[in-house]
Structure formats: C-alpha cells, structure tokens
C-alpha cells in the first residue's frame, strides 16, 4: 500500500458540495483501484471458503483443501445442519431477542430523548441524561457476575432478559442520536400542532416520532445486528441451551460438527446470511449511520 | 443523511433554544415526559446500576456466588494483584488492544484514502469491505480457526516457512497474533467509514491551494489530511479500545483462551468467576478492569480535547 499517499486527490476538478470526486473516467486512479481490488480478497476469500465448503460432501471437507470448488455440489450439509442444530428454533429465538431489541432500543431512547430535549432546562432531565450517558463506561464484563445472578432470580434467564440487556447497553448511544437529531427539529412545528389542541402524546406519535424515521433507521439496523451476532451476552445470560441464540448454537455444536466441516460450514453460512443480507438492503442508513454515531 | 447535525459532545451540554416547556412557564411540566423517561430510568438502574453496586459491594466479601459470606476487606484485591493468571490475562488483553487498534487505524486509514480518491467502482467496493462489521465475531472467528489450523499450515509445508507450518493457533507465542487478525478483520470496517466521513469534510479547495503552491501529494498527505483529521483517528482509537478491552466472542471462537491460558483475556478471567466458586474474587477483578477502562478513556478523552473538540 506504499502507493496510497498518491491517491489523494491533489487537483480536484471544481465542483458541487458533495460531488468532490468527479467520476470522469479519463481522470480514474487505476492503480489504486487495482489495489483496493486486490485487499477486497480479504474479505471475499473467507466468505468463499465458508460457501464452497458448505457445498461439499463430507468426503471432499476433510482432504484440508478449503480453496477448492465443490465437486459434486450437494445440499446434504444444509439439510443436516438444519436438523442436527435445530436452526427453525434457534433462528426463531435469534428472530425473537432481535425484534424486542430492534422495537425496544428505537422506543424507549426515542421517548427518554424527547423527554429530555424538551425538559432540558430542568434538573431531573438533564441529570437523567447525564445519568444514562454512564452506561458508555460501563462495559458488560463488568456487570455481568451480578446481572447473572439478577436475571436468573427474576426469571430472565431467557432470550427475553437478553433482548432487555441489548436495549439497557445501547441506551446512551442512541439516546445520544436521539436528543441530537431532536435538536436539529423546529419548535414551530410541534407548537402549532399543540395549538391545535393535540397533547404530547399525539404530538410524538403523529409529528416527532415520524420525523425521527431516518435515526430510527440508524439505530434500528445497528440493534439488529448487534444483537442478532451477539455470543457473549446470551451465552451469559440464558440458561436453557435450548433457548440459545444462533451463535452460541455454533459454539454448543462444535464438537458435534468434529470433522463434518461441511455440516460446519453450513451451519455457519446460515448463521451469518441474514444479517448479511439485512445490509446490502439497507447499506446507506448502515454507512451514514455509523459515522453520525461516531462524530457525536 | 449527510445533512444531518454532527454536533459535538459540547454542542450536547449546551442548553438548547427556550422549550416548550420553558415558555409555558417553569411550574408546567406534562407529567407524561416523566412517563416516557421512566423507562429508561427504570431498566438502566435494575440491569447495570443496581448490578454494579451489588457487585462493588460483593468484591469485599468472600461470596461464591450464593449462601452467606463475610466481609473480608480488600483482601480480594490484594489477591487479584498477586494472581498470576489474571496480571496474565491483564497483559494479553492491553498488549493486544495496543496492536489491533494500531493495525486497525493504519488499515483503516490506507482504506479511506482509497476510497476517497478517485477509483472505478467506488460504491462497490465499499459494500465489500463494510462486509465484515456484519458477521457475528464468533462465528467467523470459527471459519479463521479452520484457515489457521488446516489451509495455513499446508502453506507454510508447501513454502517451507518453518512458523507457519503447524498451526497458528497452538503456538502460545503466536496465536495472539491470530486474534489481532481476526479482530481487525471485523473491525476495520467501521473504522474505514469513520475515516471516509473525516477526509470529506477537508474541503477540496485546500488541496488545490496547496497544489498550487507546488505541494506534492506526499506534502499535502502529511501537512494537510493527517492534521485535519487527527479528531478522527482519536475517536477510532477511543471506540476501538473500548471493544478490544472488552474482547471475548473471537477468541472464544479461535482459541478459546489457550492453548494454556496464553490468550485469556480480562473478560474471560472474570467469567469465569462462576466455575471456580471465587465469585467475589472476580468481581474484584472486574472492580480493577473498570477502573483501568475509564482511566484509558479519560486519558483519551483528555488528548481529545487538544484535537478540535471532536469527542466520541
């Protein structure tokens, strides 16, 4: 990469905000494209590994070549990856934990924040969110001796508790969003709706909460998947390992894989599809969300 | 979405314009707004603040984790300080966090430079190495297992590299490199966006400037880019050692602390604060790993504040 420095643009074609990098082709850097093309094989490389080897019989998994093509192509592994695992459970309780997750994170920080915003001048608010910015500092490791023995005397030990956990962790950040963007929203608005008789609770849920729609977008993604990856938390917190989540599933079942890499495989390639496939549909709230998050 | 505020952290404690409440007049608040913040209140007190006491109050006695126990001052703490294993697991997890946020930043940074020149299929490749943030740490971690512990070792056979030809992963000296690796891998990604936000906001103008008073790239690199997005690299470094401190899922996954114990990391020590009965002993420990996790952040947040004012 010691050509890098030489892909800057040194004499930018002038024009609009936002339209910096004009995208003529006779102006296109190709060796540093060549070379950018060249790194995507970090990435592409394990993924192709974990489909092909998926694909294989597990005759061809264990000769130790994980570059080759499947020969023959078979659909086995899935099939006994589906059954051995019993992935409808588990990635039903990995849909269940996300939901909760997903709705509890965008409701509960959309409520505190507008709280918040518009209680600014009192003590109690402010304090209050000062009070939840705290949890930044406070990582899970921390905690989680007593939040073991908490959750399993109040009966969530469970996916539920997990999903309440994901929601509690998040809450300074997407408070953070929250009372930003809420910032950024014109008073006029909300007060010729309340001068039209409407209350706080019809004022969030007909105006703010709308036009918070693209941060809960943000915020709704990044739930998502971070619970649905998640290993530590539920492998903490719940104590049936029937009700255990996709990834801690990996984790039960390794042994029980032992050398049918392709039932592995497989498995994991279930695993990570659909948080995959989550993000190439919503890319942009993905990529805008994570550098507002950052710059906050 | 670019349009949308990116207020600092100052911009947060600064009051904002009169609000509705304050123009009704100080004395009417809608009770409903304690209503929507209660819940918040309600499950960060239950779920962090209630077990943080508990456990704070639990490192002074000698609880196994259920039935009585007695206080027994900060014995534990001494004990935590003598213990060969945790001073271990302290040094693993700082050393590896020191690394991976240096691969990550310098990656990253490479990336973004890329990324914001003027490359062909720029939205594609970005999709590419964004991938990675959305894997689950311990499910990829397996896959990597499998690479290290069969396909690099072929390699190393078929070269003749004599470090690579057993695998990585057995090698107590080594396998922490692994970790770096895997944990990189899932991490640059976020790094790279924050990276490709930092170098949009340098104005093009000021490279044509500089250009035209005869810089070269390598100038305008490290007296213009470098310098203007520093706040940057201090918010990756801050996020970045907050989750490597924190690391679990990937090592369970590639090493699950060995072989020994030579990759356990602070948070697999305090866990397993419920297997060997010295719970109280372990929370202890997590007392000490939360105080040296604030003492890193503040230090970060204190060379922030020289920075422009960008805090994470």
Redesign the interface.
């Known amino acids: 990469m010691s050509s890098a420095p030489s892909t800057i643009p040194v004499k930018p074609v002038a024009a609009g905000k936002g339209q910096r990098i004009p995208a003529g082709p006779e102006r296109t850097q190709w060796p540093a494209t060549i070379i950018l093309i060249v790194c995507t094989l970090s990435v592409l490389v394990p993924l192709y590994v974990t489909i092909s080897m998926a694909f294989k019989t597990t005759g061809q998994a264990v000769d130790g070549n994980a570059f080759s093509l499947p020969s023959p192509l078979t659909f086995d592994s899935f099939a006994q990856a589906w059954t051995l695992t019993n992935f409808p459970r588990g990635f039903g309780i990995s849909v269940f934990v996300s939901v909760i997750a997903v709705a509890g994170e965008i409701i509960v920080s959309a409520l505190a924040a507008y709280a918040i915003v518009r209680n600014w001048d009192r003590r109690l608010f402010r304090w209050s969110f000062f009070y939840l910015l705290a949890a930044m500092f406070i990582p899970f490791p921390v905690v989680a001796l007593p939040q073991i023995q908490l959750t399993g005397l109040v009966g969530l030990d469970n996916p539920l508790g997990v999903a309440i956990l994901h929601i509690v962790f998040a809450l300074a950040f997407n408070t953070m969003l929250f009372t930003a963007f809420l910032r950024s929203i014109p008073l006029e608005l909300e007060e010729s709706m309340r001068m039209d008789g409407a209350g706080t609770w019809q004022v969030f849920w007909k105006l703010i909460f709308p036009l918070l729609g693209p941060m809960s977008a943000t915020v709704g993604i990044f739930a998502f998947i971070a619970s649905w990856n998640d290993f530590m938390m539920p492998s903490l917190i719940i104590s049936d390992p029937e009700l255990q989540t996709i990834p801690v599933l990996q984790k039960i079942f390794q042994t029980q894989f032992s050398n049918s890499y392709n039932v592995a495989f497989a498995s994991y390639l279930m695993a990570m599809a659909p948080a995959i496939i989550v993000y190439l549909f919503t890319q942009r709230w993905v990529m805008s969300g994570l550098t507002q998050g950052a710059v906050k | 979405?670019?349009s949308?505020?990116?207020?600092?952290?100052r911009?947060?404690v600064t009051?904002?314009?009169?609000?509705?409440?304050?123009r009704a007049g100080?004395s009417r608040?809608?009770p409903?707004?304690?209503v929507?913040?209660l819940?918040?209140?309600v499950?960060?007190t239950?779920?962090?603040t209630?077990?943080?006491v508990?456990?704070f109050i639990?490192s002074f006695t000698n609880s196994v984790?259920f039935g009585d126990f007695d206080f027994i001052g900060v014995r534990n703490f001494i004990a935590v300080f003598r213990d060969e294993g945790v001073l271990g697991a302290y040094g693993f997890t700082l050393t590896f966090s020191l690394v991976t946020v240096i691969v990550v930043n310098a990656a990253a940074f490479?990336?973004a430079?890329?990324?914001?020149?003027?490359?062909?299929?720029?939205a594609a490749?970005?999709?590419?190495?964004?991938?990675?943030?959305?894997?689950?740490?311990?499910?990829?971690a397996?896959?990597?297992q499998?690479?290290f512990s069969?396909?690099l070792p072929?390699f190393g056979q078929s070269t003749g590299i004599e470090p690579l030809a057993t695998s990585l992963l057995a090698n107590p000296n080594l396998a922490w490199l692994a970790i770096v690796f895997v944990t990189a891998?899932q991490s640059i990604p976020?790094a790279m966006?924050?990276y490709?936000?930092g170098l949009?906001t340098v104005p093009?103008e000021v490279?044509?400037a500089s250009?035209i008073d005869g810089a070269s790239?390598?100038q305008?690199?490290r007296h213009i880019?470098l310098p203007l997005i520093a706040g940057?690299a201090v918010?990756?470094t801050v996020?970045g050692f907050?989750n490597y401190?924190?690391a679990?899922?990937i090592i369970?996954?590639l090493t699950d602390g060995g072989p020994g114990v030579a990759t356990r990391s602070?948070?697999m020590s305090?866990?397993r604060?419920?297997e060997g009965g010295d719970?109280a002993y372990?929370?202890a420990n997590?007392?000490i790993?939360?105080l040296i996790?604030?003492v890193i952040?503040l230090i970060q947040l204190r060379f922030t504040r020289g920075k422009g004012g960008?805090?994470?």
């Open positions: 979405m670019s949308m505020t990116r207020p600092s952290i911009a947060e009051p904002p314009p009169a609000t509705a409440a304050a100080r608040v809608d409903l707004y304690y929507f913040l819940p918040s209140l499950i960060f239950l779920a962090v209630l077990p943080a508990l456990g639990y984790g490479l990336l430079l890329g990324l914001t020149s003027r490359v062909r299929f720029r490749l970005r999709t590419v190495f964004v991938i990675p943030m959305v894997i689950s740490g311990i499910v990829i397996f896959v990597f499998y690479l069969n396909s072929l891998w976020s966006l924050i490709i936000a949009l093009p490279y044509e250009s790239p390598w305008n690199l880019t940057y918010i990756n996020l907050k401190l924190n679990y899922d369970i996954g602070v948070a305090i866990f604060g419920f719970y372990q929370m997590a007392v790993f939360f996790s604030i952040a960008i805090a994470a």
